[in-house]
Every structure is written in structure tokens, then in C-alpha cells.
């Protein structure tokens, strides 16, 4: 695509844009974001925002395990606090529902629901259906994320991933949480990013649960999917009515240079961050140049796995964040070449919008039954300050400008977008990089849990309420 997503915006007259300089947020006039059923909302994830580790039954998860390991995580952070959500979450509700964000995407902590010999967890269980009742009540659409990384320990301690075993523990968590919470959960997702669980998890250490083989990575990505793949139609059987589907993260990878071995190595990069996930989803098998770039990793398969893999969704959600410019590395594989000169934020992530148009415009085009689709994370992290009681978010809010531009442009060549999720509502625990990393659109102080609205989200809410008085 020769189109450029910031460019456009750009160039807009202020007569075509509903924009003013006073507001760089607003979509312009033709925008699709303006259609009153493209769902617009922020997303969470239970490790990154609960705290509360150890109350009420919760099992030690392995990011427990993980975080309490010197060196795994900046500065020693841990999410035994957090944002305190698991106490301050009727605040965080009305702060949600302030904000006139239309939807929520969080994730349970299976480790607080079930104990290790499989029982439910009374008082787990009842933390997240009252949080989902209250969202209803709201009027809020919620997306339930069943596994955000914090697998219970006791599983990793029988090999995790590693183990075929966890897939069917997996598909009994769903079994007990859609029977649980049937009615208030408008769309469920098995998994976030297992991309991150097998690779960084399992193929290079930085995740919990920290081991680094190639070979381990596609067993426990293996593992993952079967796991997906034996929950969905019990949660179909659970909860009917409901969406059901799964989120990948994407990336996009590009070309140093003309040559055919630097073409070859952006290729293989995008294999391996996106056909090893969408491919056994959506075509029902690994892609084979996988294996080319990791020899001899082939995962053991049985029988019937590759079909409950790829049963059909109703969803995919997508998350997407950055690309990386990639170049051969003279072997089977690729290095990153970092630009000089680019928009970054304080990930180091090259900011760029066209990445996520361009793959979902070759998504629809490679996988001809491509489900529709969410945007179940987009965002970036800031430095970011309160200064006289505002947080001034400008490349935040820049950032989304653009990247909803790029859906946008991604709706109007024809993929099915039905809605996107902020990362994040409030900042919270980045993983490995603990509280320094701010994602979200509201700002939180550690030392006082204090929520602060940033200017991103003030700016969302007045187009929200400018589609809503439109429509
Ligand atoms: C994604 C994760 C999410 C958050 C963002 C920044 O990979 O799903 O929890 O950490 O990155």
C-alpha cells in the first residue's frame, strides 16, 4: 500500500476534518470510526492491574514465581499490588463508564477461581461476576479475556505448556468460568497473545514461566492452540450466546533492502509473528517455512488436533503495536536492523500506523474465511506526568489518531472491523518492565493509587459523545 495513514491526516482541509487544532483527536467526516456499532473501549488484563495475590484463595501464578526472581523484571516490580483494581474495581467501573467507553476487555486470573485440585473458587468466582453485573449495568459490552499469561503455578510445576496435559485443565477452567459467568459475558477470547506465551515464555526466557528453546516454543505454542481449540465449543454449549474467539498479536516486519535474501528474512519475521498463530487457526496447519527458520522444531501433533484448532470463530481479535525492519542473517533467519530517525515511544517501538492496515488488508487476502475482526489492543507507552493535576498525553493521542486512521482505511479496502480496544485504561504492570512503562489512558500514581484522566481520554469521551449526540 502506497497510502501513508499519517499522511492522510495530514493533509486533511480543517473542512473535511471534524477536527480542530484544538482537538487533534477527533476522526475526520468519512471516518467509519463514526458509525454508531463500531465499538469503541479500553482493555485490561488481571496480573497487569488486580494486586490482591494472595487474598480470598488466589494461587500463585507464574508471574508470581517470575517477578519474584531478581533481574526478570525492571526494578523488581511485581503485580502483588498493582493498580489495587481487585479492591478499587467499583471506582475503576464508574471511571470506565465516565469516560463513556463503550467497551471493556479484561481478563480473569484462573488461579483465583480454581484450586489446584480443579474446584471452584467461590470467592474468585464472585469478584468477576460482580464485576461483570455492574458492567452490564452499565450498559458497558464486555470481552472476557480466559488466560492474560497468569498461568497457576501448580500447572508450570507439572510442565506448563510443555505438558498436552494443561490444554485439557484449560478446557475445564472455561467449562466451570462460562457455566459461572453465562449472560454477562458478551464476548469471550480464550487466549491473549499466545504468540508471547510460547516464544517469550517458552522460546527466549523473557516471560514467565523464563525458559529458552526453540523446540519448547512450538510444543507449548501447540499446547496453546489445542487449548483454544478444546474450549470453544464448550463455550459455545455454556454461553450461546455470546462471541467467541481469540487474540493474536500481529507485527509487522520489513525489508532492509531490495535483495531477495532481506525480502526472504521479512517474510520469514511475519511467518513466525503471524501465520505460526493464524495459520493452524484459520488454514488448519503450521506454515512450513516455520521450520525452515528453526530446523527440527516441529511439534508432536495427534490425530484430530489440526481440526479442533481451526473450528470456526466468531471473532478474531488483534493486537498490534509496532513493525520491525528486518535483514538476513546470512543463515536461515533475520536480525533486526533498527531505522534511524523514526517515531518511537518509550517502548523504543517505531511508531507505524501503515503496519496495521497493510496486515489486515493481506489477512483478508491470504485467509479467505477471515472472521471479523476486533482491534483488541492498540497503544503505546508514555512518560508520562501530572503536572497541576492534568497529564498532557500528545504523542498518545497522536498515536491513536493515527492508528484508528489506519483501521479506517483497513474498513474502507474491506475488512470486516467491528470495533477497538485502547491499551490500555489505566497504566499498569508492563511485564518485564514493571510500572515504569505508562499505557494508559489514565494515569495512576503507586504510591496513592490515585487515578488521573489523561488528555487521550478526555479527548476520546468528546467524540464518543459527539457520535452519540449524532446519532
Ligand atoms: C501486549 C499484552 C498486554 C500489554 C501490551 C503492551 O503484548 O497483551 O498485556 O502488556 O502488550
Redesign the pocket.
Known amino acids: 500500500m502506497a497510502n501513508d495513514a499519517s499522511a492522510v491526516f495530514d493533509t486533511l482541509s480543517p473542512a473535511v476534518s471534524k477536527g480542530s487544532p484544538a482537538d487533534p483527536f477527533t476522526p475526520p467526516a468519512d471516518s467509519s470510526l463514526w458509525r454508531k456499532n463500531f465499538l469503541l473501549g479500553a482493555a485490561t488484563?488481571s496480573y497487569?492491574i488486580e494486586g490482591a495475590v494472595n487474598e480470598d484463595g488466589r494461587l500463585p501464578s507464574i508471574w508470581d514465581t517470575f517477578s519474584a526472581i531478581p533481574g526478570k523484571v525492571l526494578a523488581g516490580d511485581t503485580g502483588a499490588v498493582a493498580c489495587d483494581h481487585y479492591h478499587r474495581w467499583e471506582a475503576d467501573v464508574e471511571m470506565l463508564a465516565s469516560l463513556g467507553l463503550e467497551g471493556y476487555r479484561l481478563s480473569i486470573a484462573w488461579p483465583r477461581v480454581m484450586d489446584a485440585a480443579g474446584a471452584p473458587n467461590r470467592k474468585g468466582i464472585d469478584f468477576y461476576k460482580r464485576l461483570l453485573n455492574r458492567l452490564k449495568e452499565k450498559g458497558i459490552t464486555t470481552f472476557v479475556t480466559l488466560y492474560?499469561w497468569d498461568l497457576p503455578q501448580h500447572l508450570e510445576d507439572r510442565g506448563g505448556w510443555l505438558n498436552r496435559d494443561t490444554a485439557y485443565r484449560f478446557a475445564d477452567y472455561a467449562d466451570l468460568m462460562s457455566c459461572e459467568l453465562a449472560g454477562t459475558v458478551d464476548a469471550w477470547t480464550t487466549l491473549?497473545?499466545p504468540w508471547?506465551s510460547a516464544y517469550l515464555g517458552y522460546g527466549n526466557g523473557h516471560h514467565a514461566p523464563g525458559l529458552a528453546n526453540d523446540r519448547f516454543a512450538t510444543q507449548a505454542m501447540h499446547h496453546l492452540l489445542l487449548a483454544h481449540g478444546l474450549a470453544v465449543p464448550v463455550l459455545r454449549a455454556n454461553d450461546p450466546a455470546s462471541q467467541k474467539g481469540i487474540v493474536a498479536?500481529i507485527g509487522r516486519g520489513t525489508a532492509d533492502s531490495d535483495s531477495a535474501a532481506d525480502q526472504r528474512a521479512a517474510h520469514l519475521f511475519e511467518v513466525q509473528h503471524n501465520a505460526w498463530i493464524l495459520d493452524p487457526l484459520l488454514k488448519g496447519s503450521y506454515p512450513q517455512d516455520l521450520f525452515e527458520l528453526w530446523p527440527g522444531t516441529e511439534p508432536l501433533v495427534l490425530d484430530g488436533d489440526m481440526e479442533t484448532i481451526s473450528a470456526p470463530l466468531d471473532f478474531l481479535g488483534i493486537?498490534y503495536?509496532f513493525r520491525t525492519n528486518v535483514a538476513s542473517d546470512g543463515a536461515h533467519g533475520f536480525r533486526d536492523v533498527p531505522l534511524e530517525g523514526v517515531e518511537r515511544t518509550q517502548m523504543g517501538w517505531e511508531v507505524y500506523p501503515d503496519g496495521l492496515r497493510d496486515l489486515l488488508i493481506g489477512f483478508k487476502e491470504t485467509y479467505h474465511n477471515l472472521p471479523p475482526i476486533y482491534i483488541t489492543?492498540n497503544?503505546m507507552?508514555s512518560d508520562d506526568e501530572v503536572t497541576d493535576g492534568r497529564v498532557e498525553d500528545t504523542q498518545r493521542i497522536s498515536f491513536l489518531k493515527r492508528h484508528l486512521a489506519a483501521v479506517d482505511q483497513a474498513i474502507k479496502a474491506g475488512v470486516d472491523i467491528r470495533g477497538y480496544f485502547l491499551?490500555?485504561l489505566m497504566d499498569n504492570f508492563?511485564?518485564a518492565f514493571g510500572y515504569e512503562r505508562r499505557?494508559g489512558v489514565v494515569h495512576v500514581d503507586y504510591s496513592t493509587q490515585k487515578r488521573t484522566i489523561k488528555r487521550s481520554a478526555e479527548l476520546v469521551e468528546k467524540f464518543l459523545q459527539e457520535r452519540k449526540a449524532k446519532a
Request: aromatic share 24%.
Open positions: 488484563a497487569q492474560h491473549n497473545e508471547c498479536n493486537n503495536y489492543e497503544g507507552a491499551w490500555s508492563e511485564w499505557f
